[in-house]
């Protein structure tokens, strides 16, 4: 395991469980280790520590009708996704640039090295690049128009995350804010 990965997640945990609990209560368990092989295989690509370390203590959160918005709680309202999930994006996304007539999309609209880890109400994601020269860093793809990477790492995003909810760090397009026991993320005009 990769224990910065870890130590942000619990981060993360224990202020969704203090100030968000709603939020905090559509997080699930650890992925399996068929799971993260299936996802591995789908890839085709081996996923790194921090991808899978983040999957062994979340297999990303889960939407509940009781409590709709709940687990959009990473900044810009993304939520976790699961292996399976993200192997479903990953598969769906890789379809539509096959179909596409414009190559030049590979690696500015979508590639097939790139690997969801979270969707937003608008579909967007973001993801962990694992091509070569870029590996492990953390995109955010716009589904309407191109892709950017980001932050440096998986680490250093799930950092940023717990910066921003412990007040010691910021975003400066977005706020994170609770109401009715949800955490979601304010757009600061």
Known sequence: MNQPIV??????????????????????????????????????????????SSLLTHDGAEETPEAEGAANFLPRNYRPVSAEESRKLHKENNEILEDSDYPDMVGYWWHPLWLPIAESPSTDLLFVDHRPETFGQVGHFDHEDSAT?????????????????SGTG?????????????????RVT
Request: glycine share 8%; charged share 25%; proline share 5%.
């Open 7 to 52: 130590d942000h997640w619990e981060t993360i945990d224990r202020w969704l469980r203090t100030h968000a609990p709603s939020s905090f209560h559509t997080l699930r368990g650890p992925a399996s280790e068929d799971a993260i092989a299936q996802l591995e295989d789908s890839l085709g690509v081996d996923l790194g520590q921090e991808v899978k």
């Open 149 to 165: 990477l980001k932050w440096p790492d998986l680490t250093a995003f799930l950092a940023h995350t717990a910066d921003c909810l």
């Open 170 to 186: 910021g975003d400066s397009y977005f706020q994170p804010e609770v109401a009715g026991g949800q955490l979601s993320w304010r």
